[in-house]
Structure formats: C-alpha cells, structure tokens
C-alpha cells in the first residue's frame, strides 16, 4: 500500500516510489519494457516519456555548456538512465553519482554494468549534502530534477562548491517558488512530496547565496511552460493506469493555466535550468 501522507525523508519517498515516479504505479520492476527514466520531462517536442526525460537531461548539459573530457558528478541520478545516455553521447572522462536511495543505486548499478560502461560510470550510495569526495576533484556537478530535495539545497551548494575545480562549473535544474513565504497548505503539499520547506525562495535569493558562497557567472533559464503542462498530462494518463510507453503528451499554450493548478497550490511556480561557475 502506498503511503500518501507522510515520508520521513527523500530516502522514504523514493523508496515508495518504486520503479515509477507516479505515486501508486510502482511495478516492482516486472515490467521490462518500462523506460526507468526518472525526471519531469523537458516536454518541448518530446510527446513520450522517454522522449522529454531525455530531452531534459540534454538540454540541461547543452546549458551547462558541459565539455567533453570532463570529471562529472551527477547528484540525484535516479537509475542512472542519463550517464549512460550522457556517456554514450559524449567523450567523458568519467561521471561519478551519488544517490539516497538503496533501491535505485542497486538497479542502476546493474543498468551501468550491462550497458559496458563501468570503465567510466561509478554510482555509489549518498547524500548531496555530504559528498564522499576530495576538494576539488569534479569540473562539474550536476542536479537533474532534485536539488529542492535536499536538506538543505543551500548545504548542498556549498558542498558543490568544495568538491569542484576552480573554474568548474554547477549545473542544475529546480523548482522554485516566486516569493518567501508559503501558506500552510502549501507547506503540507511539499512535505507529501519529501520537499523541506527551508527550500521554500524564490531564484533570486539562490543566486544570491551562490555569489555568497564564491560561484560565478550565475545564469538561469525559465523552463516553466516546458515542464510544468507535460508533466502534469503525463501524471494524469499514467495515474489512470495507462502503461507509460503508451502515453502520449500534447501541449497546448490554452491547458496552461489548468496544468499549473497543482503546483500552484503547493506555492512551486517555477522551473528553471541554473549554470554558475567557481571562481578561480
Ligand atoms: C526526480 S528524481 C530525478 C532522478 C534523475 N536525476 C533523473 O533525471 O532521472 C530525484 C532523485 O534525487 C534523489 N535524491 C533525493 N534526495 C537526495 C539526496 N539528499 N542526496 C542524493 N540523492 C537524492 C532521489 O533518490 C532521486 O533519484
């Protein structure tokens, strides 16, 4: 039985989640045809599931301007379905990843070991908070789709800031509100959905506490209208019951508004892609 109402932590929920990000239609992995893809999607030209996950994760390293030959550590990386992807596309060096849940570090360290890329893919058990790694080991750190998470984002950044080269750069994408504070309601509806309110500001002051903490360069990209819809049509058809491969996602500027109602309530009213680089 799924538990709806409370999780401990991160950990819990994704735990619950099983092999499928909508509440309820975990498959325990009987179903082998199931893409394990595990973001929002970046549903601009992509109507499948598979499709706008992947897309997401290009779009966001093509933001990071991220080059090959790199060191990279991927935080939050789910089954670990974009190193492979991201390996196979690009010539680096290496991609380390650090996940909380036990559950999907076991399957995507066998996705890793199968694909023939355990030469240049390690993904280990952990928490973004406190990475298991030297000063400035990584050129990159990446977050798809996790960052409000963490507890905190802020002690995560700052982490990030330790772990990476000078002139390295921290890449990531997040949901955000527009203001500080949040209703009550709101509150409730994030902490369903394992995300701590001290996560709760709006993007200027995150840029403004990674200039604090000596990141760079800060640059951001509104997503919202790319993010938001689709994921919100896909979640309707798969809580339906529809097999994710079938789904089919269609957007459309008039369902806007009444896709958007959701997180809304839950005060998250954006989604960005965020780039800043260590200063040297
Ligand atoms: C929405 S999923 C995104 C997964 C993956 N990046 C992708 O795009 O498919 C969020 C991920 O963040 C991970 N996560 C949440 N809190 C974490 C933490 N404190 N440290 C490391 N990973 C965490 C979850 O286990 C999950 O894999």
Redesign the pocket.
Known sequence: MIKLFKFKD??EY?ESLGDD?VKGRNEKFQNKEKPL????GYWKDSESFEDA?KN??DNLFDFGDLKDDCDIL??????G??DIHWAKKHNIKSIKG????PT?VRVARELVEESGLSDVIDLRE????SLDFEDKSFDAVI????AY???TRKDFLKEASRVLKPGGKLVFTDMMPIKEKNSRFGNYLLKLNAIPKENFYPKEHLISFAKSIGFDDAKFEDISQWVFQGAAKFGEQRFKGKNVSDIRVKLNPKDEKKYRRAYNLSGIRRCYMFSMTKEK
Do not use: R
């Open positions: 991160a950990k994704y990000l893809w595990f973001n929002v996950c997401y994760a991927d935080v939050g990386y789910g089954f379905v974009q650090v996940n909380i849940s999907q952990g928490d973004a908070v977050a798809l789709d996790c998470h963490f507890t």
